[in-house]
């Protein structure tokens, strides 16, 4: 009975993962879908006004521009579904080295200062320490932090501070 049991524990467990795991999945494919949608329709959208003949170069430059940006995020959306593909096949190489994590905290932040002024958030840093050295991988812990700061400028209600806390556990 005990054994019976086990089996009819573990068997649950196992199905209650693949229905998170495919979850999960579609979850991500709807995530990607949307994401790849915003910089694609923003190309083809340029593409549009750079056939008109009629416009002067300034435009013409300024659009060539709003190409090059929506073409590097597209890249960089296509770089990180790489980056989980490998994760989840566990294929990932890391980097590590020594790394002041509330530096790279700041350096992303000042990054991405331009979106968060643009909903005045103002971002109150709490630390214990001057400084956390950790051995971990610099450009994929500057994903993560760019990762954060956008969604904070993305979802924070405007004219409202969001607080960071920072300390040894």
């Known amino acids: 009975k005990e054994e019976l049991q086990l089996v009819r524990t573990g068997f649950k467990k196992a199905v209650d993962e693949e229905v998170k795991s495919t979850r999960m999945k579609t979850e991500l494919i709807t995530n990607v879908s949307h994401d790849l949608k915003t910089p694609l329709t923003g190309l083809r ?24 940006h929506y073409v590097l995020k597209l890249s960089t959306l296509i770089e990180d579904l790489f980056e989980i593909s490998k994760v989840n096949s566990g294929n990932i190489q890391l980097k590590r080295m020594n790394i002041d994590v509330i530096e790279l905290l700041y350096q992303t932040q000042s990054e991405l200062e331009e979106q968060l002024s643009a909903k005045s958030l103002d971002i109150i840093v709490n630390n ?33 501070r969001v607080y960071i806390d920072i300390y040894d556990d």
């Open 45 to 68: 959208n340029y593409i549009e006004l750079l056939q008109d003949k009629s416009i002067d170069n300034d435009h013409q430059k300024e659009y060539i521009q709003k190409l090059e």
């Open 128 to 160: 214990q320490k001057e400084n956390y050295i950790l051995c971990l991988d610099n450009q994929k812990t500057y994903r993560i932090f760019e990762n954060l700061f956008i969604n904070i400028s993305k979802y924070a209600l405007a004219h409202t």
